[in-house]
């Protein structure tokens, strides 16, 4: 008798281990989500836009920046700092939060 109560025990314990593995497989087997794609292209992307460089049309893909700002911002260079757009009033505070981690203000060497 305590042989089969042993037996149950261990067929128990196989079934418990092989339906966590299977689990497991599915979870790994899932693809991944737009989340965290879009995340991951977004981290590929680090090239920043050098306002005292960029053409128009590069300042005009920033967000929130269309033909007015970055004629703006053209007419305004050279910048020594990116946060002198808000300071010189080229634009808004806004913005400036949409753009501040896509642009740099390089100098001239």
């Known amino acids: 008798m305590s042989r089969n109560w042993i037996a149950k025990i261990v067929v128990a314990v196989l079934s418990l281990t092989l339906a966590s593995g299977m689990m497991f497989a599915q979870a790994a087997a899932k693809p991944a989500s737009k989340d965290s794609t879009a995340k ?22 920033l967000p929130g920046i269309g033909a007015v700002y970055s004629q703006k911002i053209i007419d305004g260079r050279p910048y020594t700092r990116k946060d002198q757009l808000v300071s010189k009033k080229i634009v808004p505070q806004a913005t400036y939060d949409k753009i501040k981690d896509k642009i740099i203000a390089r100098q001239k060497k």
């Open 40 to 61: 991951a292209d977004k981290g590929a992307k680090t090239e920043l836009v050098d306002i005292n460089s960029a053409t128009k049309d590069q300042l005009d893909a």
